[in-house]
């Protein structure tokens, strides 16, 4: 079989579009209104509706196209958008989201106009313009830092953790944010909000009263940094990754949430060692990875695992993967060690 | 372009729109030319799409915001220099910002021999795109070349390996050869096709000859048999009539059994409109099935059902929705929205399920594998393991 390589760099990182989309779409019974051809609207909704598929999630979310032709793109496509969004307000949604494209960016139109008329539901403006408004990751951001800013004021109440930024297009999505309720649950505390995936809008103001940020990845911190100036809610800068990662994590969110850890801590490392125990048919065997070598997450996680497990890392070992994103918390390493086993007794 | 004004004054906005735009239309039919390198003249956003697609290799610009403002000459000509020397001649395909800064990539740096389609999205939907880069490769005719083209041959379609295989069969079984595949061939034999062609999928634009007829269902192949023997001296209809009516004797066998103890599913058909309205007509003629609805996904032609062109999944699923039919012929998106009802994939995208084999739409096969996976369908669903 043969699939496209693809060179790496931020010119193939994906449309500006689809990075907010991955986001506005887990708003349950939102409206999103893309402002450009139909297109654009269909290529993203046929990965939508293979990842759907593939996660056993049993519908769509609405996406609005304005349909842009070539009339309308000579003429201007601003109408075709406020009657987009008049028959998106017309559904009575908990609120609209207004992405544009390359295409309107380059003739012109004023989106951001237009959603800001007097509208009958919350519209949600989300500059996104295809590739001339960046890559995947800015709409991603973009579409995060948009919703995050109609949380409201700071809310007092006995407020849980958010977890910020799930990566909804990964495979293992939802299998992290088991993880990692399973991880808090240990320091007493439970996820509140997922920020943003299957998100009920009325929900959104448990982001004023979040004790803890969770971010998935560390360069969400600028969004970390703004709900701790606007709420005074501390953050985790991402998931836990390797096994003291883990540790890690538990022990300074613990602190950050005023909960003494320790015993969290101590039951954490029970359970990996007792899942360690379970792949000691693994000791001694001869692994490879192209991370190994270098002095990344990636080759400090396949570091930590061989030295646990006394594995030897040798460039003439059984190839093992190492999914990207790592894998989180215990429960990933669990399923990262199981594919290990199959590579090196299959 | 009056009707397209219309259009935009009435604004009606498409919700969940499911066929590709015209680029993804013509990257599809260049993709069939196995020597013609082809480049998609945008953003990575609009490269992603075809390339999850397309069967071989694509390339892209994949331009930055720099690019539109300052010009993408000089990245397509970057982009150009990396194209392997196995490849002939390169097509460049404009995407819709391209389109509109008004490019042209026809003679970047030191290639003077580009093809261009301008194709951007907004112009319409993929069959236009498939039509508008099968006129730019303006393929003709050569009347010294044996055989028969194949056209209506879709490189993203699953069905297309199947189709081609079965065409290829029927030819064969009528004594002739296969002429030029549109679009699955080289650049030489685009130029030397036949004289005559048939078609597996007739809301694709045709390539050079004369089209001779359909082989989407069986009264339709049996028709083109029979042309093609006027068409084309010195071929002989008669083995595939023949398999035609043992076709159809069987098909009507296992339809007959499965009309003792059901009542005939009431069908609603989704897809382009040629396969539709050749699946509608397989159905009632040997189920007696009522056709609750076609939705086309491109423009339809005449016909005797009714036909109403459907792009949005809303649309789709209000159809569905009250229509309630027992049987959906269509792509994954009406398995998703109605899966209460047997459901027979016949057009992209047909996601979540597995397909490794050639499995033809077209031919007599193509007809016999409709009936089956229609009859399975329904007995699984009556089973209650639809």
Redesign the interface.
Known sequence: M?L?PLPSG?????????GALSVTTQVRDAVT?IH????????N???L??I???NDTP??P????????????I?G?E??L???IR??AARDPPVVFVLS???VE??GDDTAAVCGRDWPVPVVHIPTA???GG?FRDGFHRALHAIAGCAGDRADGPGGVVLVGEKNLEYEVDVHGEEMRRLLAQLGARVDLRLVRGMEWDALHRLASSRLNVLREPDLAPLGDRCRERYGTPFMPGYPVGLAGTLLFLARAGNLLGVNPAEAVRREEEVQQELLSRFSDLLGSRIWNPSASGSGEDAQLVQELAAALDLQIDRHGTAVPLPDPLPVGTAGIRHLLHRWRRAIHG | ?GE??R??????????????????GAVSCLSGIRDLAVVIH?????Y??P??LM?G??FGT????PE?IFGGGERLEAVLCTIPDRYRRIAVVTT??TA??GEDPSGTGTFRDILVVDS?????GMEEGYRLAMEALAPCADPETPGVNLDGLHPADSFARGNRREAERLLALSGAATATLFSDTTLDRLHRAAPSSLSVNPDLAGGAGQRIGSLLGLRNTRASFEALADACPGTDPDPVLREIRQAEERIAYVADKFLRRHDPPAVAIFGMAAPAVAAAEMLTTFLDTQVVAIGSRNRPGLSRFPVTQM?S??EIRAVLDREQPDLILGS??ER??HPQSAFVGITL?L??RIQLRARPLAGIEGALDLMEQVLNACMDRARGRG
């Open positions: 043969t496209k931020s010119r193939l990182e994906g449309c500006t579009l689809s209104v450009g051809p139909a297109g654009c609207a269909q290529h909704l046929s990965l509706h293979a759907t598929l593939e519908d769509l609405l996406l609005l196209s304005t349909d842009l032709d070539e009339g309308s793109v003429f496509g109408e075709a406020a009657a987009a028959e998106a494209t390359c295409v380059t003739i295809g590739f001339l890559v | 372009m397209q004004i259009r935009a004054k009435n604004c009606t906005a498409c919700a969940n729109p499911v066929w590709p735009c015209a680029m993804a945008g953003s990575s956003g609009c992603y799409y390339a999850t069967p290799e694509l994949f331009l930055q915001e539109v819709c910002v509109l800064t951007p999205g907004f112009c319409g792009t999944l809303q994954s998106y998703m929205v995208p996601r979540g």
